[in-house]
């Protein structure tokens, strides 16, 4: 079975760089989301908020 002529190889700049940009985006999410579950605590200090408040 042959691939389509739309694929994108990774032997090919434009498949580097939607590989790039994938984990570039994964990655910022990651960083997104420890740093609001790290903020949390404080967060909720501040404005007198419980978990279910929170979320």
């Known amino acids: ?3 389509p002529a ?3 190889r990774t032997g090919s700049a434009a498949g580097r760089g939607t590989l790039l940009a994938a984990i ?4 910022m999410v990651f960083l997104d989301s420890t740093v609001v579950n790290v903020a949390l605590p404080h967060l909720g200090a501040e404005l007198d908020a ?3 408040g929170l979320q």
């Open 1 to 3: 079975m042959t691939a």
């Open 6 to 8: 739309s694929a994108l």
């Open 24 to 27: 570039l985006a994964s990655g």
């Open 50 to 52: 419980t978990v279910a």
